[in-house]
């Protein structure tokens, strides 16, 4: 038979109580395109020999400074407005001295002719702080890192690009590792999937591209509890919610959001979110597993273990019979244990309807549990016999 995990101390009431962990993000670098109006308009200020404002120097960019140079003349003040006016990109200033003229044609040519012939480098990168589920590309934080490898040379230089916008400087350090943040707001109006295009070029003009797709989700539905493991063993909320009735049976309707880190694999007990039903009032539980302080509910990855009856999950809904509850309101509370040695498991939970059904006589019925738990041969076992000796 199931055991308790844990046993619950005594709670203050509250309607609502959160404790939560904060991360620190990773500095900033900061995006040279507000810097733009700063220099000659006919400069790129990221790439100066990139004429086109492709990401990357190439012939094409050649071939754009020819062109100016062929219409306009071999020495080309570019102070001098002239109708219709000129527009960027092409960015023909290369030197920035605002005359377009030869020199700027042979500062585009000398990186192409001298580094002829090396290999493109290799670009790995992903999101620094995936705190949801390790490789779905979902987090509240949009920081991005990396490194730039194979065929690195101290001229080699990135640049990126997020949904087709301007282009913008990523700093690499020697070893051509980078982070960068691309300042997307994080109060919702920048929620949904983004995708940052990274380009390396080395001095030859050998260009490798890497595009890192990511959703930024920064604001949940009202009323949601967001838990984050962090580097703490233990992570809890409660909340208060109204219970009794005097006819029918009552039920708790609660959205579980679980994105579980499983980066360490050799953890023998993954992390675990509990729920319980607790007095608001004193201590222990209202609703149990037959014995004080045990949890209701259990999830760890994709198992989930509860007793047959009073509870029903199908994997995102929790459902809770909470009619035999002797009082009129109790302390939902949810814990997330921490026992492996990955931190960035978050759960978010949300109570969807706490309502009575009137022609409901009888308790939730339910089939088969999706967990059998049986001697210390499944995880949940493995949980039972770490935390209270396998009783």
Request: aromatic residues 6%; hydrophobic residues 40%; negative net charge.
């Amino acid at each position: 038979m199931w055991k308790p995990f844990l046993d619950s101390p005594r709670r203050r009431r509250f309607p609502r109580r959160r404790r939560s962990f904060g991360r620190t993000r990773l500095p900033r670098i900061e995006s040279l395109e507000a810097r733009r109006l700063l220099v000659g308009d006919f400069q790129n200020p990221v790439l100066p020999e990139d004429v086109d404002d492709s990401g990357f120097i190439s012939l094409s960019d050649l071939q754009q400074v020819v062109t100016h140079l062929r219409t306009f003349g071999i020495e080309h003040d570019l102070t001098q407005a002239i109708d219709p006016p000129l527009t960027t990109p092409p960015f023909v200033d290369v030197n920035g001295d605002d005359v377009a003229a030869l020199n700027d044609l042979l500062l585009v040519v000398a990186p192409l002719r001298d580094g002829a012939g090396l290999l493109a480098p290799t670009i790995q990168a992903a999101l620094a702080n995936d705190d949801g589920t390790p490789g779905d590309g979902v987090s509240s934080d949009a920081t991005i890192a990396g490194a730039v490898s194979e065929n690195l040379t101290p001229e080699t230089r990135l640049v990126g690009r997020l949904d087709g916008g301007s282009i913008f400087l990523i700093q690499l350090g020697g070893d051509g590792a980078f982070s960068f943040d691309p300042g997307l707001p994080n109060d919702g109006s920048a929620d949904g999937p983004h995708t940052l295009e990274l380009i390396a070029q080395t001095q030859g003009g050998a260009v490798a591209t890497f595009d890192v797709p990511f959703t930024l989700e920064t604001s949940l539905p009202e009323g949601t509890i967001s838990l984050s493991e962090g580097e703490q063993f233990l992570v809890q909320a409660e909340e208060l919610v109204e219970l009794g009735q005097d006819e029918g049976r009552r039920t708790l309707r609660i959205d579980v959001d679980a994105r579980f880190d499983s980066s360490d694999t050799s953890a023998v007990v993954e992390d675990t979110l509990l729920v319980f039903l607790e007095s608001a009032d004193f201590p222990g539980t209202l609703l149990d597993r037959g014995e004080d302080g045990t949890s209701l509910f259990a999830l760890s990855g994709a198992q989930a273990d509860f007793p047959l009856g009073p509870v029903r999950f199908d994997g995102s809904t929790l459902e809770i019979d909470v009619t035999d509850a002797f009082d009129d309101e109790g302390l939902l509370v949810f814990k997330l244990l921490n026992f492996d040695g990955d931190n960035g498991s978050r759960v978010n939970v949300r109570v969807l309807s706490n309502e009575i059904d009137l022609d409901a006589t009888e308790r939730l019925a339910l089939g088969s549990p999706p967990t059998v738990v049986s001697g210390c041969t499944t995880r949940f076992a493995i949980l039972w016999c770490v935390i209270c000796g396998g009783r």
